[in-house]
């Protein structure tokens, strides 16, 4: 069943986008797009793009048989879309999920369509939780696709308690808005608005709508002009120099601005530009590191003076003349939302007056315990205010972080002096008038692991907004960049009357996430003219010199179809590179002398150039053709003739060059003479030969170039014996072996030559290899590691050097060695456990590397799971050099036989929890992990009886039978606990019942009173017509809550999320007789009351290398 039910979109996170890459369904009819199509799509609206939300409801999901699946088709700007989906993954352990181009095999040749979308799978049982994932893509012929290949993982999405199955029912939405692709690629922000954007370099939106802000302050921008700098800095290592030139470049360029410089600067490595940090952090970082780097200049002490203000913290005490006070600054500050309607309730709740009395009173010096009360006011506000919302809290049931989407408004102009400046403390200076207006907007549209940053920013404080959208920048009105920001919900027009007649709200998820407010009165300071003359003269002339290099290069590509590349390799090349940088075949042409010359020139003209360059006479340079073969090796095939030297260069090249590119790859043939002159080509017949050779030292491991010669294909090996001898150096009569190095892709063969075989029977041509090295007794080739010419060159092919790093220090290499690709499981483990001084290298346990991630992948490597390294390192299309160790205390064989589980025991008396670690074989059972736990805890007495719950989300899933198998039990997710079992749940009456008990809040986040459960989960027995207020006392005592507390909580029997409060004088077993419900769990008696308990200082759920990565700026 499909619906389309315009949904609420909730949480997302952020990763590499990729089409989902399948087999094409073959070539498509090849259309060209007339010149009325093209006119209506450019003659299109761009003010109001197009959006549509779209819900797809998937029923017996889990019995789909298909590797993939696509939704109905829905029409969004004119277009058709579908959603595509691989329920069991796209080749990963993840659902894979896009949007789809529906008619993509029928438009025109040459279509293109921009959409910006969110994908998401709803939680049915709490919303909150709803994934959702957002991006942006330009959909072509070549990608009518685009999405999330791991957007969440199945054992999440599969599993039925987590919500996202419900009845087996899986419910997708997606919202796609459609822009043109002439308002997307062809539009000129400089033209346009007078700014240009800062290019993203993967996830660098939320550092873009940060620098933009800055640099449109124009006092700060003007401070760090005047940092000093010189012109032997390099950006890439200086974050002054390479803060200066991003601002010059966004002053003067007429294009997008890239940042990869600064990120240098910080100390960046390109997985650092792909991980998406926050705003606030690298603010503070970012100025912390400025404002060191002003010190001792004439810009020192800009950033505390453009931000840093002053506030006040104070006790007074009620009854005694008593007060203590403490002054502390600030840069930025941290505002409420939740609970807010707006900023100026925020900071009443910022300066609110908090009494400190009863079990709380302040201990006053020379005065005891007093009554007292305990707020902060502020003592002065700086220039430019920088206002952090908080928009992203604690959850403490899920125990993770939230995004609040709350509405929150935020004022034009700010008046921090309203009220008889109530925010201010008595020694605040009245005098200075703390009326401020609004600069700039820093927006969030996403959820709490990743999204988008923009901004919205007046750059001259006029009525005029822009929206800094990276490379993007475009007017906008005051209303998008005010009321549009606030957040909350939005009614959308119902566009299927059929499912209901009111309208429908959903959630706005994009918001404002930081505002910079400047003070009305330093206005005229802070937005100060900023021209060259402020910018130092070597930057200029750096700056201009990289724009002319720039123009050339632009210029260069222009022309590029007038010209052609001319790689001339060298015998010089042959002997620099071979032996140290390659091994196979003869020359890297990307390393040899490049020559760009005009394809109309003859090619005769051309060896003039050769001439003036190396100082060879045209009349000594003879050029070779180089061939590739069908064994993919390269190598020099004939030498050009007399007529193809008289042709045109770009003539040649295309005899030459099959593959139609602009390259000419030649070798240049140079003779030297014994007096060291230059001597003219010798005749080549087809009875000639012309052969390369290298010579092997097995002492040194070394291979190394050492001459051409030609030979006749009707001779042998041994007529030029004391010549390859004297080429090598060796002794005259020195005895060799001859090998042909073939090929080495994808393995390598290099067979010995036969000496009494002609050239010719060796199957010997132009171009060959022959590698020699001196004749080895079987005596003396065991000293050797490698002792032949192939097991060298096999040793070169598959040798690798691999990056070792601990488990527990996955950012950090701890040691390198060098392996072959071809090592065994054992040899690996071997070699890592001698380097670490592991005797049993069976207790080396390894794990290989995500290189999309760049982290360890979940699961380790099993023993001898793996037959080479090299299937260790191979992560799909790529290849890494990084495995990551652990010690075990137990070889892995027995640890693979083993199962671990890690078990929280509740103690009956005590208030403590305890985390075992439960190690046992994987035919065990639940009664083998509890008399294992057993020896490990203390039990209120010697013959207690215990058993194992499962506990998720606060609330228990299930009672294991001491008969269940522990191999299939998960512990990842869930909670294991173990406690004792009470004696009135050993002997329960006939009519007696054992039900739940759960603690739970009530959450008004987004307008909707949910329950929120919290704290540990109990069993409790109830007899038949027990009352309410004979279980409180039963509670009471168990819980050991005060009086005092206690008489705030209340009772209510809870369904399915829906509570029913309960009186005292309520039966409670009569709620208890329902049976008809989704799990035991969903039925229990709820006690509400405030969550005052501290969070316990464990987590049993935690995913092995789940964790975040802070901003750092290194250098």
């Excluded at 004439?298 to 008593?322: A, P």
């Excluded at 007794?777 to 070792?804: G, I, K, M």
């Amino acid at each position: 069943m499909t619906m389309m039910t315009p949904p609420p979109l909730e949480q997302e996170d952020e990763e590499i986008l990729v089409p989902h890459q399948e087999l094409t369904e073959g070539p498509q009819p090849m259309e060209v797009l007339s010149a009325e199509t093209a006119n209506a799509l450019e003659s299109q609206q761009v003010e109001d793009p197009p959006t549509f939300k779209y819900r797809w409801t998937i029923e017996n999901f889990s019995r789909l048989n298909a590797k993939k699946l696509y939704s109905d088709i829905f029409y969004v700007g004119g277009y058709k879309w579908r959603v595509l989906i691989f329920p069991k993954g796209n080749n990963v352990d993840h659902l894979s999920m896009y949007l789809d181009v529906a008619d993509s095999a029928t438009l025109p040749y040459g279509w293109s369509r921009y959409a910006q979308f969110a994908l998401a799978i709803v939680n049915q049982v709490h919303g909150k939780y709803t994934i959702r994932k957002d991006t942006q893509h330009q959909f072509n012929g070549r990608e009518s696709d685009w999405g999330f290949t791991s957007f969440m993982s199945l054992s999440e999405l599969y599993d039925p308690s987590r919500g996202y199955l419900v009845n087996d029912t899986c419910v997708i939405d997606a919202e796609v808005t459609v822009r043109k692709v002439i308002d997307y690629w062809s539009y000129d922000s400089k033209k346009e608005t007078g700014y240009v954007g800062l290019k993203n370099q993967g996830a660098t939106c939320y550092m873009n709508s940060l620098l933009q802000t800055l640099y449109h302050i124009p006092y700060f921008r003007k401070a760090v002009y005047h940092m000093p700098t010189t012109e032997n800095d390099m950006p890439s290592g200086s974050i002054p120099l390479a803060l200066q030139s991003l601002f010059y470049k966004l002053q003067y360029s007429d294009n997008s601005v890239a940042t990869k410089e600064l990120t240098k600067s910080f100390g960046w490595d390109t997985y650092d530009s792909f991980m998406q940090h926050d705003v606030q952090e690298l603010n503070r970082v970012l100025c912390e590191k400025l404002e060191d780097k002003m010190k001792g200049t004439v810009v020192e002490g800009t950033i505390q003076h453009l931000f840093e203000g002053h506030h006040m913290n104070y006790i007074e005490c009620i009854n005694v003349d008593y007060k203590s006070t403490r002054k502390e600054s600030f840069y930025d500050l941290q505002l409420d939302v939740k609970g807010c309607r707006d900023v100026y309730s925020s900071f009443d709740k910022y300066v609110e007056v908090e009494r400190l009395e009863g079990d709380n009173k302040y201990q006053a010096e020379n005065h005891g315990l007093q009554d007292a009360k305990k707020g902060v006011l502020f003592i002065d506000f700086p220039p430019v205010l920088q206002l952090q919302l908080k928009r992203f809290e604690y959850d403490f049931m899920r125990d993770t972080m939230v995004k609040i989407n709350d509405r929150y408004e935020f004022p034009l102009q700010l008046d921090l002096d309203r009220d008889n400046g109530k925010y201010l403390s008595p020694d605040a200076d009245r005098r200075v008038r703390n009326l401020y207006t609004l600069h700039s907007v820093l927006v969030h549209s996403g959820g709490v692991h990743g999204g988008h940053y923009y901004a919205f920013i007046r750059p001259t404080l006029s009525d005029q907004w822009f929206k800094f959208d990276d490379e993007r920048v475009t007017k906008e009105d005051a209303k998008k960049a005010l009321e549009e920001q606030y957040g909350g919900e939005e009614e959308l027009p119902q566009t299927n009357p059929g499912f209901n007649n009111s309208p429908f709200k959903f959630t706005k998820y994009s918001n404002a996430y930081m505002l910079v407010y400047i003070r009305e009165s330093d206005k005229e300071k802070i937005m100060c003219d900023v021209d060259e003359k402020d910018i130092a003269e070597h930057l200029r002339i750096r700056l201009k010199k990289e724009q002319e290099e720039k123009e050339h290069k632009k210029k260069e590509k222009a022309e590029a179809h007038l010209y052609t590349i001319i790689k001339v390799a060298r015998n010089e090349d042959l002997i620099e590179q071979i032996g140290k940088d390659m091994f196979f075949d003869l020359v890297d042409h990307d390393k040899v002398r490049a020559f760009r010359i005009q394809k109309q020139l003859p090619f005769n003209h051309f060896k003039e150039d050769v001439f003036k360059e190396f100082g060879i006479p045209v009349q000594f340079q003879r050029f070779w053709l180089w061939a590739k073969r069908q064994n993919h090796t390269y190598r020099p095939n004939r030498p050009l003739t007399p007529q193809e030297e008289a042709q045109s260069v770009g003539q040649l090249r295309e005899v030459s060059n099959k593959t139609h590119n602009a390259e000419l790859k030649l070798l240049l043939e140079v003779d030297i003479g014994p007096d060291l002159h230059f001597l003219p080509p010798p005749p080549k017949t087809k009875e000639d030969i012309l052969l390369f050779f290298k010579v092997y030292d097995p002492e040194k491991e070394n291979l190394r170039f050492v001459g051409r010669l030609f030979v006749k294909a009707l001779g042998k090996p041994t007529e030029i014996l004391s010549k390859l001898n004297e080429l090598a150096e060796f002794p005259p009569n020195e005895e060799i072996d001859l090998y042909e190095e073939i090929k080495f892709e994808p393995n390598v063969m290099c067979e010995h030559i036969d000496m009494r075989m002609s050239f010719k029977s060796s199957q010997l041509e132009d171009g060959d290899i022959i590698c020699y090295q001196k004749s080895l007794t079987s005596a003396n080739r065991n000293q050797f590691r490698y002792p032949d010419v192939p097991s060298f060159l096999e040793y070169v092919r598959n040798r690798q050097v691999v990056h070792f790093r601990s488990l527990e220090k996955p950012k950090e290499d701890d040691f390198s060695l060098e392996l072959s690709k071809l090592f065994t499981y054992d040899d690996v483990v071997e070699r890592v456990a001698r380097q670490l001084g592991v005797d049993d290298s069976s207790k080396i346990r390894l794990t290989s590397h995500n290189c999309y991630s760049q982290q360890p992948k979940p699961q380790p490597i099993k023993y001898r799971g793996v037959d080479h390294l090299l299937d260790m390192l191979v992560h799909y299309n790529q290849t890494s050099d990084i495995l990551y160790y652990e010690i075990l205390d137990i070889p892995l064989p027995e640890l693979q036989g083993l199962k671990t589980l890690k078990v929280a025991f509740h103690h009956a008396t005590k208030e403590e929890v305890a985390i075992h670690t439960i190690r046992l074989p994987k035919n065990s059972t639940v009664a083998d992990v509890i008399n294992d736990l057993k020896t490990k805890v203390e039990l209120s007495h010697p013959d207690a009886e215990v058993r194992l719950l499962e506990v998720f989300y606060h609330k228990i899933y299930k009672i294991f039978p001491p008969g269940e198998k522990i191999e299939n039990i998960n512990d990842q997710y869930w909670t294991l606990r173990a406690e004792e079992i009470p004696e009135e749940e050993k002997s329960l009456g006939l009519h007696d019942r054992m039900i739940h008990v759960y603690h739970f809040t009530r959450d008004s986040n987004q307008n909707q009173m949910q329950v929120q459960n919290f704290g540990e989960p109990f069993f409790l027995v109830i007899k038949e017509g027990e009352t309410l207020a004979d279980i409180k006392i039963r509670i009471q005592t168990k819980l050991q809550v005060p009086d005092d507390e206690f008489s705030k909580w209340k009772f209510a029997f809870i369904s399915l999320g829906r509570p029913e409060y309960l009186q005292d004088s309520d039966i409670v077993s009569n709620r208890f007789q329902r049976r008809d419900i989704y799990g035991a769990w969903e039925q229990y008696l709820g006690l509400e009351h405030s969550d005052t308990a501290p969070k316990k200082a464990y987590t049993t759920n935690q995913n092995r290398h789940t964790f975040e990565k802070p901003v750092k700026i290194y250098n």
